[in-house]
């Protein structure tokens, strides 16, 4: 397990539109998908890896965080 800290912002690819106003603060891939964490840490997008489109976004409730 490998856990790194940087104070850079994540490397998304530029094939990947993010929202509006929205900035990349984690990022995580899998074999299908995406994952980009936006809005401190309040939304995650899933991207297809393929085509780049917006699959979903989950809300994250931190409220008891």
Known sequence: L???FSSKPPVVPDSLTLPDGAT???FTLT???YGV???GG???L???RDSGELRQTVTIDTADC
Do not use: C, G, N
Request: a negative charge; glycine letters at 0%.
């Open 2 to 4: 490998v856990i790194r």
């Open 24 to 26: 990349a603060e984690a």
């Open 31 to 33: 074999p299908t998908w």
């Open 37 to 39: 964490v936006v809005d």
């Open 42 to 44: 309040t939304r995650l």
């Open 46 to 48: 899933i991207f297809d």
